[in-house]
């Protein structure tokens, strides 16, 4: 029950092509991360919405493979949300 | 998802102003990210329910597609899903959290 860092990034870049992606192993144990997404797509989606952008992205890993994922977004160009 | 499972989640839903699915009970979590989330209420003093997930797999697994969200806790106020740790600590810090409880009509301690 791990995921590597660069492949959590890739899985989310590849939804979120204009995104900043930053992840960080919170623990060094490859299970608890924090990442800050911030992206164009998130424009006029509520806050509940762009977390389910990112879940979703993450292809049902997030609550599997993946335990802890802090999560924070913002849109690109915009203020936060 | 089973209709019994779903109608036990509607019933909580309907009936607590507040109603927060965790892992544990609000006295004593199970998980550090259900405890920040029942902390923020403790703190806010509102009167909420804690619904624990860990008594039933049918529970645990039928809330997460419920409410299409992947991880516990899960916070619901007057039947609208709010989010998860990330987003309610972060609504709790910049007020938000606040600014809903008085949208609902709903006493917390200022």
Not at chain 1, 1 to 9: T, V
């Given at each position: 029950?791990?995921?590597?860092?660069?492949?959590?990034?890739r899985l989310?870049?590849?939804?979120?092509?204009?995104?900043?992606?930053?992840?960080?192993?919170?623990?060094?144990?490859?299970?608890?991360?924090?990442?800050?997404?911030?992206?164009?797509?998130?424009?006029?989606?509520?806050?509940?919405?762009?977390?389910?952008?990112?879940?979703?992205?993450?292809?049902?890993?997030?609550?599997?493979?993946?335990?802890?994922?802090?999560?924070?977004?913002?849109?690109?160009?915009?203020?936060?949300? | 998802?089973?209709?019994?499972?779903?109608?036990?989640?509607?019933?909580?839903?309907?009936?607590?102003?507040?109603?927060?699915?965790?892992?544990?009970?609000?006295?004593?979590?199970?998980?550090?990210?259900s405890m920040?989330?029942?902390?923020?209420?403790?703190?806010?003093?509102?009167?909420?329910?804690?619904?624990?997930?860990?008594?039933?797999?049918?529970?645990?697994?039928?809330?997460?597609?419920?409410?299409?969200?992947?991880?516990?806790?899960?916070?619901?106020?007057?039947?609208?899903?709010?989010?998860?740790?990330?987003?309610?600590?972060?609504?709790?810090?910049?007020?938000?959290?606040?600014?809903?409880?008085?949208?609902?009509?709903?006493?917390?301690?200022?």
């Open positions: 029950m791990a995921m590597d860092l660069k492949e959590i990034e989310i870049k590849e939804t979120f092509r204009d995104a900043t992606v930053e992840i960080e192993d919170l623990a060094g144990d490859g299970n608890h991360y924090s990442a800050t997404v911030i992206s164009s797509q998130f424009q006029g989606k509520s806050k509940i919405e762009q977390h389910k952008m990112v879940y979703k992205s993450l292809k049902g890993k997030m609550g599997n493979e993946l335990h802890a994922l802090a999560l924070k977004t913002r849109e690109k160009n915009g203020s936060t949300s | 998802m089973d209709q019994q499972v779903k109608d036990l989640i509607t019933n909580e839903i309907n009936d607590n102003e507040i109603c927060l699915f965790m892992k544990g009970t609000p006295e004593a979590p199970q998980c550090g990210f920040a989330v029942a902390n923020i209420l403790k703190v806010l003093e509102v009167k909420f329910k804690g619904v624990n997930v860990l008594e039933s797999q049918n529970l645990r697994e039928g809330i997460k597609e419920y409410s299409e969200w992947p991880t516990i806790p899960q916070l619901y106020v007057k039947k609208e899903f709010v989010g998860g740790c990330d987003i309610v600590k972060e609504m709790f810090e910049n007020g938000e959290l606040k600014n809903l409880l008085d949208q609902k009509s709903i006493s917390y301690k200022k």
